[in-house]
């Protein structure tokens, strides 16, 4: 350890010392989309407001980051997305489950030939061997296996080989956290930047009509049907030819390139079905109405030629003569509407539009929404494809072919929208809108991201990026969006719109008829101070003085529907104004007159109170010329004029306008303006009294109104305060430390400032319309803090004697440092005093002193701080509800003063003054208090709390950077212990300190501020002075310390490594505590230290293995932590006892879920190997814990192996050595749940392993950038604050919970449909890796605890765990690599512990043979070698005690033979080419070949390949169960002599059945075992309280006597190697019944259990095992309960004779067999089941089944076909049997006799009448009784009766009587069933009913003396029956209702009717069976004898 004390000085260089200073305060670009920024015009004094709205536009963005922080995140691992291909570097494994051979499809197409089965009970199995080994090639043995090495080279050499080749970074393998725990994840704000909708292109391509005659011009809009309102601004487009543009080029002085767009994107933020893009088109004004001007558009055809031809060219020649007079005017001519409802995917607009207003600020305020989410609007918009747009949504090629002729009198928007609303409900307008044809051909596509040609903004400035070659421009169209769109401007706009709308002339004189309306911009009255501010059209110049409205022909009150777009000056005076001129245009060409006559004048002043006027307006009209100087009022107010103007309509408002301005300059607020205005008061020279809105402020009252301005701020309507957020937050700020002397007076706005800031950010975070991030934080107020924040700028007054010139800090300058540099705000006449309060100043000195002091010491930082500590009521409380906010203002301006002062050189302790430390600690305490008062409220406060104690962790973080680190430890102190003093409930407070600490630890320099205290003068102080931190170097002293206290949390290791030691101590108590909800918790304190370790893992700066080895002791105390933990731990190894499987999870089958850690594990902790029942009754007073969900089980596993992998292995060794053997034992158990907690699941199941591992392995950081970026440049810069440490959880992708069940359904569905192929294979690939190397790092853990233990001598306790683990390890699917270095670690264990684990571990060592000879049977052949080699070395080795060897033999026979009957996919190919490489093993051996062993090896695998040889034909008879099992049956029964193979061939059967359901059956393979296993104890020891051999279970079967044929001679216990397995003991005894009676319960045999715990029982009571018969008593009460609540509604089996008849059946021919099937099985069913199945192997046209049951004559049946007979037969019981079976289970069960009817007549029909219908009855006797241990027993008797006419009719009257004496007497009284039962008997129409047989057989007495008692017993029979009836009537009487009168009057009718009608008959007696009995001599008696019910050879001749 000395070597790594001399390493310490270069580790801290490698961890990076803390820096001087981790903080960077940079100033990054604003990116702005435009080549040039939106600038004013040159050359204007700016407003004040004006010039600060521009400063920050342009300025930069000052952000603050970590020097350091990339380097500590995971990321810096990947830095440049190598991690994306991470999976490359990987090597494949190789794993059994993948490689299977696919060659195995054994489906033959074709008939298949049916295997039969001959009867090998002669031979025994155990010798017959069919296939020669020696026929095959051996694999390639191991080369120097046989030869003498040292167990410790042989070790040496295991290891290096282990040691090479191994992944570096366990967690590079592994899947990231849950990211809902990762809370240290700060999301990255939004940069604020402009708002940008859903873009489409729109192209216009051709706009051609029937005829072309004249220019026509194109506008486009986008509108709203349903909120009635148009959205966009207007696009115009020319189409014409050139030689149409020629008509008018006399009115074109030029054109502009920006006029000659054809293409405009449009911009919809809320898009809906009910938008439609309008295209209007105009032509020259003309003479004629728009519908005579549009006739001939209607009617001729240029294609029509000949006349329409001539009149085309006369049109033509008229429309040139119109443009040039009259070019400069338009008139509406046509329209047409395009839905764009199939382009906003109609289907998820309702998501979208929810979504979006999530994007433009809606989303409900408590959600957790990850970042993905939070991906606002900007990017949403850019990206319709997958955002908005149908999915089909591409370029959609559109035609309009027909147009909307404009109707002169509904020209007007809302006239418009009203024809929109009708065309959406009937898709065309009504008859009257007349429609012309024409031809517009356009192209919607959503807008590339980057717009390959050139394209314009609004402003007309070009967009970034410019291409070389001069394209026409694309233009964007500005949006007016429906709804508010909340996010704040980020460039310069200010634009106006005009709409002029209707003029009311109508009762003027007659001349005003084509009236237009000419717009002019005015800055002065004279004609020329028109301002070229509007924007030209199509065509023409880019900005003009003038532009007209189009002109309705005649008409004296025209609609308009012109958009007037201005460019607004940024300097607005009085003397602005928008000026309209009213013309009547003459169309006529007169002599002499001009085309335009004067009507008259209107104007508007742009400002009111300087204030924009905006909105609807009504004016007046002059009709003369406009007066000097009336542009200062508006035309409603003019003063009264001299001589007076001449208005129209008597000064009314005649002429209507509405305006609209969209602007970054104007706030369109009243408060807001307020505030402003009064705001630059201060700053510039003003003359007092300013006026503000309609009234007049002094200086006097300035404060005053100031501060009202302030409060009243959040009054303001939401959407202008979030649009102007920057500026108000930057002037409040600015407000809150500046001095102020208003008229000599010292003004204080602080705490109002202060306060407005609180209020403020209150509202924005309770509106519903502002999204949050998962943090709760408002979007607007992060990316404030984040971008835009930076110092207020204070102008301080300045001595006039200094005479300095007074410039502002240069930092400040930003954007090019040019004009901006006028724009600096400056407090100018403004005198000093402090803002806080000036009590607190510290010492008493005279004013002026003070006033200096506190000026130079005023910092906004300590201001805020301030503020926030004297706050009160409501303000405080949104302080601290919103704390995030003020801490991260905090932080930054911390930074800033730090980075400003150039403190960085001094020492920390000394940055900050001490007040302002003071105001911090009360801060902490504050929010920790308030915290703790949350959490006791309900749930709902819970959620808040949670939410400032991430802000307060994130704060202290920042803090950590920033002040001295020992005063931050001391908060942190603080915080912890005011946390556990106020809260009782423990899992709300750990998971609110987990939190807590989690974020903290996150922290850059986490590792040094833990682990190296080492420059004294920059070492945090300790939070415990008392520790020097000098020797808190974890590892310094191993000497000193005992090593065992290393892994240990010590209160030493507390005070040294105070955050690990904070996070363990909670981790402990998650883990200890109990209660609602600790579950969660403890998942969260688990996912926190599996964070760091992954984090530390990743880290570039930890990846050499020193640094590695130092960061690993860290963490030594959580191997303790977990080590006691470990009952609480998931237990992934629950073996299925049911099948009585060999080893826990075998690799054969999945296993479903898993439990808490089972009993005889948790015995198996203390010291206890397996067996519970050795422990007399003692058991452990264990706790009852919460245990931990898988989940998080594994990432607990993985930071243990973790920690293993990294640590001093010496270490780890010397600690081992010194571990007690219990603790020791506790080791062994966490890696046996490692293994199966890390096994690999293979591909195709890759969605049950997390799939998280794929993105874990990614760079989360490209995918940050992907994601939230969309790669964009400048940007990428920021990315790098995004977040500390661990930074691979990254919100909203893919998370999948593997276990967690209830969650993982839909997850995985949803995951399942996204994976390519390849992502599956690398998926794959890299759990392979991490199965690899888990395992080997369990197997590295072993190999130390065998050495370390070598050195003791505690052997053999240990060897049994360790064998355990790897065997448990064998049992999973493992990769080739693993196994290679397993076998090895194996051998070495055989070589060096043979003795031991033949003698002791006998369990164990059979549980090895069955792994490895499973191995042995693999496809791969490196595996195959491996385990050949293995099995070779266990046998020589066990050679050496002769005992042994015998018990290795019967261990790999019985292996064998359960591998066999279980593994579905064994090979016995492979398996047969390893018995020949084992043999060449033992020829080959030298030093063994004078011993008998290699001739004992030889009969050994003599022995394996006959088994084998068995398996060949199981397969055979895969698709037959039934035969299956008669296979497997055979087989157990030859091993009769061997009860180790008979019992595995049992469970073996007894698993094959569970598969099939026939539970009964598998409970009956476990009885038979089970009294297999009583019959071996009996011999052993003769204890009272265990059964008595197999006699004792009689009563469950009657079979288990065949479980007796085991003699003495045969088996004597003492012989080694013979009955050795687990199940040859009282415990295994118990394990076999108690799954029989599980079994049984579950097949409904409930009293069957009852019978098998009555042997269980006095078994556990000799034990004294209490917990056991609480539950095995448990269950009777249940077993009990089930058979009085089921009662007869229970369902057993049903029974089917099955025979078959044909040569092609082999053995089974002319065989009888009972078939057991499920109950309510129908004969169909059956039926068909068997000639489906035989159909198959013979082909379907040679299976037939023969319908009835009449014995078959082979003769007559067809040689070449299969013939089945299948008869349903029913249990038979004689008399006597009746009275013991009385229950309905007694009558099911034990069944050995069945019967069958067959009709026949002597005739040989089946049917007759009734005096020669005979009846056949056939009692059939099977071998076994049923049930048995297989579901088909032979028949082995087969009895016959036949019943005479006279005998049927009895049996069927006996019947019917019976029927009626059930129904009289069930209880309750069923009415139906009764009248049923009478309505068969008395009904007149009964066909051979009772009267007829009376008459067939009563009517004359027999002549035959034979059938005298025939005939009596008949008659009494009937006597009884007649009785029967009469009960059954009057029963009824007293049953029906009244409706069924009549009913019973008819029944009582018939019944009297029958009843005289059989009186003669009944009452008539044969005399000669009624003489006096004493004459009756002795010979007579014999014809009793010969009473027919018997055989009788005689009639059944006659019968046959």
């Known amino acids: 350890m000395t070597q790594l004390n001399n390493l310490d000085a270069e580790l801290v260089q490698e961890l990076g010392d803390f820096p001087e200073d981790d903080l960077d305060v940079v100033f990054t670009p604003k990116e702005c989309r435009t080549l040039q920024p939106s600038l004013p015009e040159e050359g204007v004094e700016l407003d004040p407001h004006v010039r600060d709205c521009v400063q920050t536009y342009i300025r930069e963005w000052l952000i603050v980051n970590r020097k350091n922080q990339g380097s500590s995140e995971t990321c810096g691992f990947k830095k440049t997305g190598s991690r994306r291909d991470f999976h490359k570097t990987l090597q494949k494994q190789t794993f059994e489950s993948e490689t299977l051979d696919c060659n195995e499809s054994s489906s033959q197409a074709g008939p298949r030939t049916l295997k039969v089965l001959c009867d090998v009970s002669g031979r025994s199995t155990l010798t017959s061997y069919d296939f020669d080994l020696r026929s095959l090639q051996p694999d390639p043995r191991l080369d120097r296996l046989l030869q003498q090495v040292s167990a410790e080279d042989f070790e040496r050499q295991n290891e290096e080989a282990r040691r090479t080749n191994r992944q570096a970074e366990l967690f590079a393998l592994y899947p990231s956290v849950d990211e809902e725990d990762a809370v240290e994840i700060r999301p990255l704000p939004e940069c604020p930047k402009e708002h940008l909708g859903n873009r489409i292109l729109v192209k216009l391509q051709t706009l051609k009509f029937e005829i072309e005659i004249e220019p026509l011009f194109a506008s486009i809009a986008l509108y709203d049907v349903k909120e009635r309102k148009k959205i966009s601004e207007n696009f115009h487009c020319d189409l014409n030819s050139d030689q149409f543009k020629g008509f008018l080029r006399a009115h074109t002085p030029v054109i502009d390139p920006s006029s000659q767009a054809r293409a405009a994107i449009f911009s919809v933020t809320y898009p809906s079905s009910d938008i439609y893009l309008v295209i209007k088109i105009e032509k020259v004004l003309q003479q004629g109405e728009i519908g005579d001007c549009a006739e001939p558009y209607m009617v001729i055809k240029e294609s029509d030629g000949g006349k329409s031809k001539e009149k085309v060219e006369k049109l033509k020649i008229q429309a040139e003569s119109f443009c040039q007079r009259l070019g400069k005017y338009r008139m509406p001519f046509a329209w047409a509407p395009i839905s764009l409802t199939s382009f906003f995917n109609v289907s998820t607009l309702d998501r979208e539009i929810a979504d979006m207003e999530t994007m433009v600020g809606k989303g409900s305020v408590g959600e957790r929404r990850t970042l993905s989410q939070s991906r606002r609007l900007s990017e949403k918009s850019l990206n319709l494809e997958d955002n908005y747009m149908g999915s089909n949504f591409k370029t959609i090629p559109m035609t309009v072919n027909s147009f909307f002729k404009q109707e002169g009198d509904r020209l007007s928007d809302e006239d418009l929208l009203k024809f929109l609303a009708d065309y959406k409900r009937s898709s065309s307008l009504q008859r009257r809108v007349k429609s012309i044809p024409g031809l517009l051909r356009l192209e919607i596509s959503p807008a590339p991201e980057v717009v390959n040609s050139c394209c314009l903004t609004p402003e007309l400035l070009p967009v970034k990026p410019l291409p070389e070659n001069r394209t026409r421009p694309h233009k964007e169209i500005l949006e007016f969006p429906i709804k508010e769109v909340y996010v704040p401007h980020t460039v310069y706009r200010n634009l106006l719109y005009v709409y002029p709308q209707r003029l009311n002339f109508a009762n003027r004189m007659a001349s005003a008829r084509n009236i237009t309306i000419k717009t002019q911009f005015m800055c002065g009255e004279d004609a020329n101070s028109a301002m070229p501010v509007i924007f030209g059209k199509s065509s023409g110049p880019e900005f003009l003085q003038e532009v007209y409205t189009a002109i309705t022909y005649h008409n004296k009150s025209p609609d308009f529907y012109e958009e007037v777009k201005i460019k607004l000056p940024a300097k607005l005076t009085v003397n602005h104004h928008l000026l309209f001129t009213f013309y009547h245009i003459s169309c006529h060409q007169k002599q002499g007159t001009s085309v335009e006559g004067i009507l008259g004048y209107s104007w508007l002043p742009i400002l009111f109170n300087e204030r924009l006027q905006t909105g609807p307006y009504c004016l007046p009209v002059a009709l003369e010329k406009l007066p000097p100087n009336y542009s200062m009022h508006s035309p409603e107010k003019v003063p009264l004029q001299n001589p007076p103007i001449k208005w129209a309509e008597g000064h009314k408002g005649v002429f209507n306008i509405e305006v609209q301005a969209v602007s970054s300059v104007h706030t369109q607020d009243n408060h807001l303006e307020k505030f402003f205005t009064l705001c630059h008061s201060l700053e510039s020279q003003v003359t007092f009294p300013i006026r503000v809105l309609d009234h007049k402020i002094t200086e006097a009252n300035l404060e005053h109104e100031l501060k009202l301005s302030i409060i009243c701020l959040n009054s303001s309507r939401l959407e202008p305060l979030v649009l102007f957020l920057h500026q108000i937050l930057d002037k409040l700020f600015q407000l809150s430390i500046q001095p102020m002397v208003i008229a000599g007076q010292t003004a204080n706005f602080s705490q109002f400032a202060f306060e407005s800031v609180v209020s403020i950010a209150n509202s924005l975070h309770n509106s519903k319309d502002l999204s949050k991030d998962q943090h709760g934080r408002n979007c607007l107020l992060a990316s404030y803090v984040y971008y835009v924040f930076r110092l207020p700028d204070v102008q301080r007054e300045v001595s006039k004697s200094a005479g300095g010139s007074n410039h502002p800090d240069p930092r400040y300058h930003t954007y090019g440092r040019t004009s901006a540099a006028a724009v600096n705000s400056k407090l100018l006449q403004a005198r000093v005093m402090s803002s806080s309060n000036p009590d607190i100043a510290g010492m008493h000195t005279s004013p002026d002193e003070e006033v200096k002091h506190i000026m130079s010491s005023k910092h906004f930082h300590e201001e805020l701080a301030l503020q926030m500590v004297v706050s009160t009521g409501m303000v405080r409380e949104s302080v601290f509800k919103y704390a995030w906010f003020f801490f991260e203002l905090l932080v930054k301006s911390m930074a800033q003063y730090v980075h400003n002062m150039d403190k960085r050189d001094n020492f920390r302790r000394t940055r900050f003054s001490d007040r302002f430390k003071d105001d911090i600690t009360t801060i902490v305490n504050v929010v920790t208090s308030e915290i703790a008062a949350l959490l006791v409220k309900p749930q709902k406060e819970n959620d808040q709390a949670e939410k400032i104690n991430i802000s307060l962790a994130f704060f202290l973080y920042d803090l950590l950077s920033l002040m001295d680190r020992g005063f931050v430890f001391n908060l942190i102190k603080h915080y912890c212990n005011q946390l556990s003093a106020k809260l009782n409930n423990l899992p709300t407070l750990i998971s609110m300190r987990l939190e807590f600490l989690r974020i903290l630890c996150s922290h850059e320099h986490y590792l040094n501020l833990n682990l190296f205290f080492m420059a004294p003068d920059n070492a945090p102080a300790s939070p415990n002075p008392s520790i020097s931190s000098q020797n808190s170097s974890s590892c310094s002293s191993f000497q000193d310390q005992k090593i065992a206290s290393m892994f240990d949390l010590t209160p030493d290791y507390r005070q040294q490594h105070f955050l690990t030691g904070l996070l363990f101590t909670e981790l402990a108590a998650a883990l200890d505590a109990e209660g609602e909800g600790i579950s969660k918790v403890q998942r969260k304190a688990i996912s926190a230290i599996h964070g760091l370790l992954s984090s530390h893992d990743l880290d570039p700066r930890c990846s050499k293995p020193e640094v590695k080895v130092k960061v690993a002791a860290l963490y030594l105390p959580l191997i303790g932590i977990i080590m006691d933990a470990l009952p609480q731990l998931y237990d992934f190894t629950v073996s299925d006892v049911r099948g009585g499987k060999g080893r826990p999870n075998s690799s054969d089958e999945e296993q479903e879920g898993g439990s808490p850690i089972n009993q005889s594990v948790a015995l198996a902790i203390a010291g206890n190997q397996f067996n519970p029942l050795k422990m007399s009754g003692v058991t452990l007073p264990y706790k009852q814990y919460n245990v931990l969900n898988p989940d998080t089980t594994r990432n607990l596993m993985i930071c243990f192996l973790w920690i293993m992998k990294n640590a001093e292995q010496s270490l780890i060794r010397k600690w081992i050595a010194d571990l007690p053997s219990m603790q020791l034992n506790r080791i062994l158990d966490l890696l046996f749940i490692c293994v199966s907690c890390f096994e ?380 050795s397995g687990r199940y040859f003991t009282e415990s295994g005894l118990v394990g076999l019944l108690e799954q029989a009676a599980e079994l049984f319960s579950t097949g409904g045999l409930y009293e069957t259990v009852n019978e098998v715990y009555k042997l269980v029982i006095p078994i556990l009571e000799a034990h004294r095992d209490f917990r056991k018969l609480t539950s095995t008593h448990d269950k009777l009460q249940k077993a009990f309960d089930n058979i009085i609540s089921k009662g007869h509604k229970r369902m057993f089996g049903t029974y089917f004779r099955v025979g078959f008849y044909g040569s092609k059946f082999g053995d089974l021919d002319e065989m009888e067999f009972v078939y057991k099937e499920p109950a309510i099985t129908k004969l169909p069913e059956i039926s068909h089941r068997l000639e489906g199945f035989y159909g198959q192997c013979f082909g379907a046209n040679f299976v037939e089944v023969i319908k009835d049951s009449t014995p078959v004559d082979k003769t007559k049946l067809d040689p070449q076909k299969a013939y089945i007979q299948i008869t349903f037969v029913e249990p038979y019981f004689d008399e006597y049997e009746m009275k013991d079976r009385v229950t309905y289970f007694e009558k099911n069960f034990n069944l050995r006799r069945f019967m069958y009817t067959t009709p026949f007549t002597l005739e040989g029909r089946p049917r007759g009448e009734l005096n020669e219908q005979y009846r056949r009855n056939t009692i059939l006797t099977t071998m ?177």
């Open 1824 to 2000: 076994h009784a049923f049930p048995y241990i297989k579901t088909r027993i032979k028949v082995i008797q087969k009895e016959e009766f036949v019943l005479t006419p006279i005998e049927v009719a009895i049996e069927d009257m006996k019947k019917k009587t019976l029927e009626l004496a059930v129904a009289v007497n069930q209880e309750p009284p069923d009415a139906k069933m009764l009248q049923m039962v009478l309505q068969g008997s008395v009904g007149a129409t009964v066909n051979q009913g009772p009267l007829e047989v009376a008459q067939v057989f009563l009517a004359e007495i027999p002549a035959d003396p034979k059938l005298y008692r025939h005939h009596n017993k008949l008659r009494l029979c009937f006597k009884e029956f007649i009785m029967r009836c009469g009960e059954a009537v009057e029963k009824n009487k007293r049953l029906i209702t009244s409706d069924q009168r009549e009913y019973q009057q008819e029944l009582k009718k018939n019944y009297n009717k029958l009843k005289e009608n059989l009186r003669p008959m009944i009452e008539r007696k044969i005399p000669e069976l009624y003489k006096p009995i004493f004459r009756v001599q002795s010979e007579k008696r014999n014809s009793f004898h010969r009473s027919s019910f018997r055989k009788c050879e005689s009639q059944l001749s006659q019968g046959t």
């Open 1240 to 1619: 690999y699941k293979g591909k195709q199941n890759s969605d049950k392993v997390s799939t998280q591992v794929l993105q874990k392995s990614r760079d989360v950081k490209a995918r940050l950038e992907e994601a939230l970026l969309r790669g964009e440049g400048a940007r990428g810069e920021m990315i790098r604050r995004c977040k500390p440490a661990g930074n691979d959880r990254f919100p909203g992708l893919n998370e999948n919970l593997r276990w967690r069940k209830e969650q993982t359904h839909w997850r995985q569905a949803n995951e399942k449909l996204d994976k390519t192929k390849a992502e599956l294979d690398q998926e794959a690939l890299i759990n392979g890796n991490l199965a690899t190397e888990a395992n080997l790092i369990i197997l590295d853990m072993q190999e130390n605890i065998i050495q370390a233990s070598s050195a003791l001598d505690c052997k053999d306790s240990l060897l049994g765990g360790v064998l355990r683990v790897l065997v448990n390890s064998l049992s999973c699917d493992q990769s080739t690599t693993y196994l290679t270095h397993c076998f090895a670690t194996l051998r070495a264990l055989i070589a060096r512990f043979g003795d031991l684990l033949f003698e002791e571990e006998v369990e164990q060592c059979a549980d090895l043979c069955q792994r490895v000879l499973h191995h042995c049977s693999s496809s791969i052949l490196i595996t195959r070698s491996q385990a050949c080699a293995t099995l070779y070395l266990l046998m020589r080795f066990s050679f050496g005690a002769t005992s042994n060897f015998a018990r290795v033999k019967m261990q790999v026979t019985m292996s064998l033979a359960s591998l066999v009957g279980k593994a579905s996919d064994f090979n016995e190919e492979y398996l047969r080419k390893s018995l020949r490489t084992i043999l060449a093993y033992a020829e080959e051996d030298t030093a063994m070949q004078a011993t008998p062993f290699p001739a004992q090896v030889e009969e050994l695998l003599c022995n394996l390949n006959s088994i084998l040889s068995d398996t060949v034909k199981m397969r055979e008879f895969q698709e037959d169960p039934e035969m299956l099992m008669d296979l497997m049956y055979r087989i157990a029964k030859g091993y009769q002599t061997s009860p180790d193979l008979r019992l595995t061939w049992l469970q073996n059967m007894a698993e094959k059945h569970s598969k099939k359901k026939c539970y009964t059956e598998a409970a009956m393979c476990l009885v038979h075992a089970a009294a297999l296993v009583a019959e071996y104890l009996s011999m052993l020891e003769d204890h009272c309280y265990l059964p008595v051999g197999s006699v004792s279970f009689q009563n469950i079967s009657s079979n288990v006597l065949e479980e007796s044929a085991v003699s003495d001679d045969i088996l004597s216990p003492d012989e080694d190697g013979v009955c």
